[in-house]
């Protein structure tokens, strides 16, 4: 069973604050992992991914991954209200096949 | 601007009544999803196709849900008869290599 993981929140950081949201997975074969942002009634819109250990930097947002210990995880720097949302993690094995999601981390950016 | 469009965005029905939900990709995407979202669940595929044939349906209950591409710029999924579980909502999402863009959803309602 294919299975990533997110803690579900909320947290809780203030305006301007580095807010942290990490992500683990079960499956080795995962290649890529994707952050998706989801406000309160809307669909999921991707922000980013990663396939390469290391970090990736996207204007505030930075993916973090290490895949010998199978964890993911998103920065986001100079937090707004408006980040506040629920975060879902993904991960797929190859090519544009299904994504499996974790179940979001809800965060809260407070002014 | 591209995106996906779904049809209808809301529907409240009645348990027994069949629902059919459609689903237009992007223009040039060749791989399409059907994902399922609930609380308890989270995001779950359904089913998907690649160049309108069907890839994986391992995700739906097979004697009640159908999808089906009927052309590259439609997509559907019916439901028949639906069931108060079937309460969900159902985005659908489109992708050509990386990455994968989610239509607004249908929020569907079985009294």
């Known amino acids: 069973q294919k299975e990533v993981e997110q803690n579900s929140g909320p947290l809780s950081v203030p305006e301007g604050a580095i807010a942290s949201l990490n992500c683990t997975y079960s499956d080795r074969g995962s290649q890529s992992f994707f952050w998706y942002r989801q406000y309160s009634g809307k669909s999921p819109e991707l922000i980013m991914f990663?396939?390469?250990?290391g970090d990736k930097e996207d204007g505030r947002f930075t993916a973090q991954l290490n895949k010998a210990s199978q964890y993911v995880s998103l920065l986001i720097r100079d937090s707004q209200p408006s980040d506040s949302a629920t975060y879902l993690c993904a991960s797929r094995n190859s090519g544009n096949t299904p994504l499996v999601f974790g179940k979001g981390t809800r965060l809260s950016v407070i002014a | 601007d591209a995106r996906v469009t779904q049809t209808p965005r809301d529907k409240v029905t009645e348990m027994g009544q069949e629902v059919t939900m459609r689903c237009q990709p992007i223009l040039g995407h060749n791989t399409v999803f059907w994902y399922r979202q609930t609380m308890m669940q989270g995001l779950e595929l359904l089913a998907y196709?690649?160049?309108?044939?069907?890839?994986?349906d391992s995700g739906m209950p097979k004697d009640r849900f159908s999808a089906e591409m009927p052309d590259a710029t439609l997509a559907t999924l019916k439901i028949q008869p639906s069931e108060p579980r079937d309460s969900a909502v159902y985005f659908c999402?489109?992708?050509?290599?990386?990455?994968?863009?989610f239509g607004p959803g249908t929020r569907l309602l079985v009294l």
């Open positions: 196709f690649r160049n309108r044939a069907p890839l994986d």
């Open positions: 999402a489109s992708g050509l290599e990386e990455t994968q863009y």
């Open positions: 990663i396939y390469s250990n």
